[in-house]
């Protein structure tokens, strides 16, 4: 019997004839899908439900739809249990799953004009979605948020490198708007010289984490990264969260030249306590938010700096210059900066009555 999400050790021995008919469905929506199909060869009340409503099988949520070559879907109701089930004569299985954290859906797999219906029409029911794992420029985004009208809920990759005028702005405001408002992490490729914009929108948005590849400018003259850096650390960072965190990745055509004496309030922090701690909030950044350019930070020299914020939040400033060394030759990989709030660190009682003193 495959692992439940919950314990029930009596499962098996249970007197299921004795369950009113919701309760039957609640445990089927909970059980493996394996584990159903046992349970409708030994008990008729639960297969007279399964052959009224096949698909409560899966019931509305499931973790994973994988679409396979040759008319197979993996579905994963749970993180660690796959059934497959086959496009031609059980897609009726699908057809009630509303929400479900990974959706994908290799085009190269898909054979058929009816796969490609069956994998469209999933996707035009899904009032959830957790990820969406493939990155999506401008046609990609218009033909996938013309069929899904949910929520994302976790991540998003969107490349925004293509030219934003003011028709496409009001696009993706309203795509933030309707699909994006509760997601936790966004990551993105776009210019500096857009940030502006994208950072009024993000400011209307709940993320969790912002990874931003910055591109260079079409005038290579044109620097983009102490602009950005600085809008970060002047307005903060653009979240309702109240404790959100920023990755900023830049070209190494395209590195911070005036961040640091121009923004106020800076002070690095050099203490091998703080140090510390600033490490191990990263190494829990790399552990929740799977984003390989957190992995490239944490694995080399930054310099770290903390900002105050208000009386409840600080922001801790992580700026890192990667210096390497390839077939004997010296480059210098793109500069990351990272900035998170944090809760502000409480004053001993002693230096707040001096200060009250003092005033």
């Given at each position: 019997?495959?692992?439940?999400?919950?314990?029930?050790?009596?499962?098996l021995?249970?007197?299921?004839?004795?369950?009113?008919y919701?309760?039957?469905l609640?445990?089927l929506?909970?059980?493996?899908?394996?584990?159903?199909?046992e349970?409708?060869?030994?008990?008729k009340k639960?297969?007279?439900?399964l052959?009224d409503?096949?698909w409560?099988?899966?019931g509305?949520?499931v973790?994973?739809?994988i679409?396979?070559?040759?008319?197979?879907v993996?579905?994963k109701?749970?993180?660690?249990?796959?059934?497959f089930i086959?496009?031609s004569?059980e897609?009726v299985?699908?057809?009630?799953i509303?929400s479900?954290?990974q959706?994908?859906?290799a085009?190269?797999?898909?054979?058929s004009?009816?796969e490609?219906?069956?994998?469209?029409?999933?996707?035009?029911?899904?009032?959830?979605?957790?990820?969406?794992?493939?990155m999506l420029?401008?046609?990609a985004?218009?033909?996938?948020?013309?069929?899904?009208?949910?929520?994302?809920?976790?991540r998003?990759?969107?490349d925004?490198?293509?030219?934003?005028?003011?028709?496409?702005?009001?696009?993706?405001t309203?795509?933030?708007e309707?699909?994006?408002?509760?997601c936790?992490?966004?990551?993105?490729?776009?210019?500096?010289?857009e940030?502006?914009?994208?950072r009024?929108?993000?400011?209307?948005m709940n993320f969790?984490?912002?990874?931003?590849?910055?591109a260079?400018?079409?005038?290579?003259?044109?620097?983009?990264?102490?602009?950005?850096?600085?809008w970060?650390?002047?307005?903060?960072i653009?979240?309702?969260?109240?404790?959100?965190?920023?990755?900023?990745?830049f070209?190494?055509?395209?590195?911070?030249?005036?961040?640091?004496?121009?923004t106020?309030?800076?002070?690095?922090?050099?203490?091998l306590s703080?140090?510390?701690?600033?490490?191990?909030l990263?190494?829990?950044m790399?552990?929740k938010?799977?984003?390989?350019?957190f992995?490239?930070?944490y694995?080399?020299?930054?310099?770290v700096?903390?900002?105050?914020?208000?009386?409840e939040?600080d922001?801790i400033?992580?700026?890192s210059?990667l210096?390497?060394?390839y077939?004997?030759?010296?480059?210098c990989?793109?500069?990351?900066?990272?900035?998170?709030?944090?809760?502000?660190?409480?004053?001993p009682k002693?230096?707040?009555?001096r200060?009250k003193?003092?005033?």
């Amino acid at each position: 019997m495959a692992k439940l999400p919950f314990p029930m050790p009596n499962l098996l021995s249970f007197p299921m004839d004795k369950l009113c008919y919701d309760l039957k469905l609640e445990i089927l929506e909970q059980m493996d899908p394996k584990d159903i199909i046992e349970l409708m060869k030994s008990n008729k009340k639960f297969r007279a439900i399964l052959i009224d409503r096949p698909w409560t099988i899966f019931g509305e949520h499931v973790h994973s739809i994988i679409f396979r070559s040759m008319h197979s879907v993996e579905i994963k109701k749970h993180r660690n249990s796959s059934i497959f089930i086959d496009l031609s004569c059980e897609s009726v299985l699908l057809k009630r799953i509303t929400s479900c954290i990974q959706l994908i859906r290799a085009d190269s797999k898909i054979e058929s004009n009816t796969e490609k219906e069956t994998a469209l029409e999933v996707l035009g029911n899904l009032v959830s979605l957790g990820e969406v794992e493939t990155m999506l420029d401008r046609s990609a985004m218009g033909e996938f948020f013309a069929i899904f009208k949910g929520k994302v809920t976790e991540r998003i990759f969107l490349d925004l490198t293509w030219n934003i005028d003011n028709e496409n702005r009001r696009y993706l405001t309203n795509l933030f708007e309707s699909h994006l408002d509760n997601c936790k992490q966004i990551l993105m490729n776009g210019r500096g010289s857009e940030f502006y914009f994208l950072r009024q929108v993000l400011l209307k948005m709940n993320f969790e984490i912002i990874a931003f590849n910055v591109a260079e400018e079409r005038d290579p003259i044109q620097k983009s990264a102490d602009l950005v850096a600085g809008w970060i650390a002047s307005r903060g960072i653009p979240s309702r969260n109240q404790y959100p965190a920023i990755l900023l990745t830049f070209t190494p055509n395209n590195q911070l030249d005036n961040f640091l004496s121009a923004t106020s309030g800076l002070q690095q922090i050099g203490e091998l306590s703080s140090i510390r701690e600033t490490r191990q909030l990263m190494v829990e950044m790399c552990r929740k938010y799977p984003i390989s350019d957190f992995q490239n930070m944490y694995e080399h020299s930054h310099d770290v700096y903390k900002q105050k914020i208000d009386d409840e939040r600080d922001c801790i400033y992580v700026i890192s210059t990667l210096n390497c060394r390839y077939m004997g030759q010296k480059f210098c990989a793109p500069l990351q900066f990272f900035a998170k709030y944090v809760p502000a660190e409480q004053e001993p009682k002693r230096k707040k009555r001096r200060k009250k003193l003092l005033a």
